[in-house]
């Protein structure tokens, strides 16, 4: 049990991916705090052990100054903080007002650098470490989600600096990912059908699962990348198929 013993919080971990870290860190042996706005419609666990969940408002400092304050005091350290929490609906630059995109950007930045610095004091008594998700959108252009890829590219230099002023007692690492299968794929990409269909776009040909990603998280924050910091561990199955590739073969057999 590679995390026997540690304490992790992941941060909106009450479904999809983040429950999926969760459950990953449950199996490793970590004791796991999840925390979001509203509890999981079912209790996040593995193996028979189960995800502490207490409520938490990202937006507000006091709150979740407050937030990892009571989680040390409560299982007595705290050597691991993933920030998942983040999310954003399709929406062009020219469909919303600035305000809205700025929340997007508050959601998937700000709000990973307020947990991060009201827990560093903890994670630095622990020599814990700290994961950010990322995303590819940060990496590439991401038409209809142009705020958030920017906020995810921002995640990722931020996590650099803090792998940087914080060393050696914290690490700082970012998983980049790219499509995964959730309880709400078929928003995005209809029906199994669909699903299907996306998934053979990907190298790899299917979506991740929310346990490749939880897998990914538990290497990151276990002894295995001790000098592992700074990084950015890329998790998309190969990533994407150039469009131009499929333009050539179209031209050649023309």
């Not at 998937?108 to 470490?129: F, I, M, Q």
């Not at 990409?189 to 538990?218: C, F, M, Q």
């Not at 469009?243 to 073969?249: I, M, P, S």
């Amino acid at each position: 049990m590679e995390l026997d013993g540690r304490v992790a919080v992941v941060t909106g971990g009450t479904r999809g991916v983040g429950a999926g870290i969760a459950r990953a860190f449950l199996r490793a042996g970590a004791r796991v705090v999840v925390c979001a706005r509203r509890p999981p419609d079912e209790p996040v666990e593995e193996g028979g052990r189960e995800a502490e969940f207490r409520p938490l408002d990202l937006r507000d400092d006091g709150a979740v100054r407050d937030f990892f304050d009571a989680v040390a005091e409560s299982y007595g350290r705290l050597d691991v903080l993933v920030n998942n929490a983040g999310g954003t609906p399709y929406r062009l630059l020219g469909e919303g007002e600035a305000e809205r995109h700025a929340r997007v950007v508050g959601l998937n930045l700000t709000a990973p650098l307020t947990a991060t610095l009201a827990a560093y004091e903890h994670l630095r008594a622990a020599r814990g470490s700290v994961v950010m998700i990322g995303s590819v959108s940060g990496t590439r252009p991401s038409p209809g989600t142009a705020a958030y890829g920017a906020a995810k590219a921002g995640l990722e230099n931020l996590a650099r600096s803090m792998a940087v002023e914080w060393a050696p007692e914290v690490r700082v690492n970012t998983l980049v990912l790219g499509m995964v299968r959730t309880e709400l794929s078929h928003l995005h990409y209809g029906d199994e059908n669909g699903i299907a269909a996306v998934g053979r776009t990907v190298p790899l040909g299917r979506l991740a699962e929310p346990s490749d990603i939880g897998e990914a998280a538990v290497f990151l924050a276990s002894d295995r990348a001790g000098y592992v910091s700074g990084a950015s561990l890329l998790v998309h199955g190969g990533g994407e198929r150039p469009a131009f590739l499929d333009a050539a073969t179209v031209n050649k057999e023309s």
